[in-house]
């Protein structure tokens, strides 16, 4: 059964850049078609999918997002990363890696992390 295990820092100063890595146990980030993304859920509100990066290395991102989100992996350590530039307070948030079958059916993915919680304050 697969693992997903979020990790990087707590606390980001505004202005900065987020980095966050997820690793993956129990199965391979290139297998299969899946899409291993990052979800993040700021207190009191709603999920928001950020983007995904496929089985194919093939990235996908949120619209609102584009221009400040970086995913990549490292297929060595089984691992993937997000890079979010220019943080505000207002992206203080859980932050979550899961699987998915699909871009859209996000919601419905099978493995999810724990999540992990940044607070971005100076």
């Known amino acids: 059964q697969v693992q997903l295990q979020e990790s990087g820092p707590g606390l980001v100063k505004p202005s900065q850049t987020l980095s966050l890595t997820c690793t993956v146990s129990g199965g391979s980030i290139t297998a299969n078609a899946y899409y291993w993304s990052w979800i993040r859920q700021p207190p009191g509100k709603g999920l928001e999918w950020m983007g995904a990066?496929?089985?194919?290395?093939?990235?996908y991102y949120s619209p609102s997002l584009k221009s400040r989100t970086f995913i990549s992996r490292d297929t060595s350590k089984n691992q993937f990363t997000l890079q979010l530039s220019s943080v505000t307070h207002e992206e203080t948030a859980g932050y979550y890696c899961?699987?998915?079958?699909?871009?859209?059916?996000?919601?419905?993915?099978?493995?999810w992390g724990q999540g992990t919680q940044v607070t971005v304050s100076s």
């Open positions: 990066i496929a089985n194919s290395g093939s990235t």
């Open positions: 899961a699987r998915a079958d699909s871009l859209t059916g996000w919601r419905a993915a099978d493995s």
